[in-house]
């Protein structure tokens, strides 16, 4: 269990530092927030049981992949996507396990991107690569999901028929509105884009040429480099 959460935590780090490099570089954060869980010891061995696994610390590792989880909810179903593409370019990461819930939902009209990453945990006398479930969704998606455990819970997953229609069309509902959020997003982005390519900057403003694209130069970056060339 130690393990697990050393893995849990490291994979927390490097979620935060991706939500601090978008704050700072993007203005924009597609991380709205992150939740971790580690199942119990009883939830673990249930589980071993219903599977009809070997009862043993091997037979586990290699059995259940969920023991740690870590849930990132997004604003939109393309940064779901973004952040999976940066998990899987960290080098000290291994992406063993996709299921595509989004673009392939469930039935009952769940949908979510499920990822089983390998992280490395460093003890004192070896390394381990320690497996954890990565889910990511929207929050139209997570909200969704939380509803629908809920009812289940409630009815001890006896739901009625009328009841499962009704949760499925909730879910498309949801996946419209994602839809429609994400439109609205990339017109809102394209309306700012045309408006900052056609102000005129203000008088003295100093710009800089990269790859034939004209950018204007921070007032506040002139004063550093004015500031390191006064001490010179």
Not at 43 to 72: T, V
Not at 76 to 100: H, P
Not at 194 to 209: Q, S, V
Request: proline content about 5%; aromatic content about 8%; glycine content about 4%.
């Amino acid at each position: 269990m130690m393990m697990y959460k050393f893995a849990l935590d490291s994979l927390e780090t490097k979620i935060e530092i991706l939500k601090e490099e978008f704050h700072f570089l993007h203005d924009y954060n597609p991380i709205e927030h992150t939740k971790s869980r580690l199942k119990s010891p009883e939830s673990i061995l249930n589980k071993m049981y219903r599977k009809g696994c070997d009862i043993s610390f091997p037979g586990i590792r290699n059995s259940i992949k969920d023991i740690a989880g870590l849930r990132i909810t997004c604003s939109f179903v393309s940064d779901i996507y973004r952040i999976a593409e940066m998990l899987q370019i960290q080098s000290d990461l291994t992406i063993v396990e996709t299921k595509d819930y989004i673009r392939n939902p469930k039935p009952n009209g769940y949908q979510s991107l499920h990822l089983i990453v390998e992280v490395p945990v460093y003890m004192s006398d070896r390394q381990e690569q320690v497996c954890v479930e990565v889910q990511i969704r929207t929050i139209a998606m997570d909200f969704w999901a939380s509803l629908e455990h809920k009812i289940f819970y409630k009815y001890n997953e006896s739901v009625p028929p009328s009841l499962l229609r009704e949760l499925k069309e909730a879910a498309d509902s949801a996946a419209a509105l994602d839809k429609q959020m994400e439109r609205l997003h990339n017109e809102v982005l394209e309306i700012k884009e045309n408006r900052m390519e056609n102000a005129a900057p203000p008088e003295g403003t100093k710009r800089i040429i990269i790859r034939d694209q004209e950018y204007p130069i921070p007032a506040a970056f002139l004063q550093l480099i004015d500031g390191v060339q006064g001490k010179e």
